[in-house]
């Protein structure tokens, strides 16, 4: 099988002894708050309950974010994503499968900090760790044994959108500011906001719970994918900023794009928790 961005069950199950296969359960819990970004709850206990054989747990918050950044969420640092991705053992060769347990934000999440420190070889399990139990796929209790690795990030620093180019991009035809937050919130009519309700001027709505079955963590089919592609209406040429409230839901509308083709891509890094509560920056509703 030719390497894709989501694999099956099946087919990871086949992989589970290949070196080359670094497994990592992303589950983490976001509670979201009527005003400001979502309380985290750390996942590791439900992977000490039984995770896929060999997987580590990573936590969004803890390890995938830069710790004495101004925003939560924030994309760490090469050094810090170095430091992370040698503790856990990942080879730069290395083709990480990433899954979880609900709330699939939170693994596109990682997907994209990995994709934006250059790592080539980054897949999702499709159906997290529900659709592998309905499968039939054992599950383990037993911690992986880890050797710590050589690491060097390559970062693409044209994946990280800064407020500058937020505000360039409002009256910009070539540049498209994509909403993946639900359509109450991107309406700022009902859901939480960040600071200030509504959304960045001239911004589409494209909510990243549209993208797959938010009850099985199952991706819709590609087929249906293209079509709310190509609902978009995006020209060749133009270039996507994707956002949503804390850079968490953008991260799944940038994968969908990747997998589709669309690579002309970026994500506002921490998106309306900064737009928000930035006194001069607009925002539009209704």
């Known amino acids: 099988m030719p390497f894709t961005n989501i694999v099956t069950p099946e087919w990871l199950s086949e992989h589970l002894t290949d070196p080359a296969i670094k497994i990592l359960d992303c589950t983490t819990y976001m509670l979201a708050q009527p005003v400001g970004p979502s309380k985290i709850e750390s996942g590791r206990a439900q992977y000490l309950k039984g995770h896929i054989p060999g997987a580590q747990h990573v936590c969004m918050e803890q390890d995938f974010s830069e710790p004495a950044a101004r925003f939560a969420f924030t994309v760490p640092s090469p050094d810090t994503f170095n430091r992370l991705m040698q ?3 990942v080879h730069n060769d290395d083709h990480v499968v990433l899954y979880g347990h609900q709330q699939m934000s939170v693994v596109t999440r990682i997907w994209f900090v990995l994709h934006a420190m250059g790592h080539q070889k980054i897949s999702i399990l499709n159906g997290g760790l529900a659709l592998w139990v309905k499968s039939g796929m054992a599950l383990s209790t037993q911690l992986p044994t880890v050797t ?39 309406l700022g009519t009902g859901g939480a906001h960040y600071g200030r309700p509504g959304r960045i001027p001239n911004s589409l709505s494209w909510p990243a719970t549209d993208l797959y079955d938010p009850q099985t963590g199952e991706f819709k089919g590609l087929e249906e994918l293209t079509a709310l592609l190509r609902e978009l209406d995006l020209q060749p040429g133009q270039q996507v900023i994707n956002y949503c409230g804390g850079g968490i839901a953008a991260t799944t509308t940038a994968f969908i794009l990747e997998t589709l083709g669309f690579t002309n891509w970026s994500v506002y890094d921490n998106s309306m928790n900064e737009w928000a509560n930035t006194p001069d920056k607009a925002l539009q509703t209704g």
Do not use: M
């Not at 060097?152 to 500058?164: D, G, L, M, S, Y």
């Not at 994509?178 to 359509?183: H, I, Q, S, T």
């Open 148 to 186: 710590a690795s050589h690491y060097k990030a390559e970062p693409k620093v044209e994946r990280v959108a800064e407020i500058n180019k937020v505000t360039e991009a409002i009256n910009d035809p070539q540049k498209v500011l994509l909403n993946a937050l639900k359509k109450e919130q991107f």
């Open 87 to 89: 503790r856990i053992g």
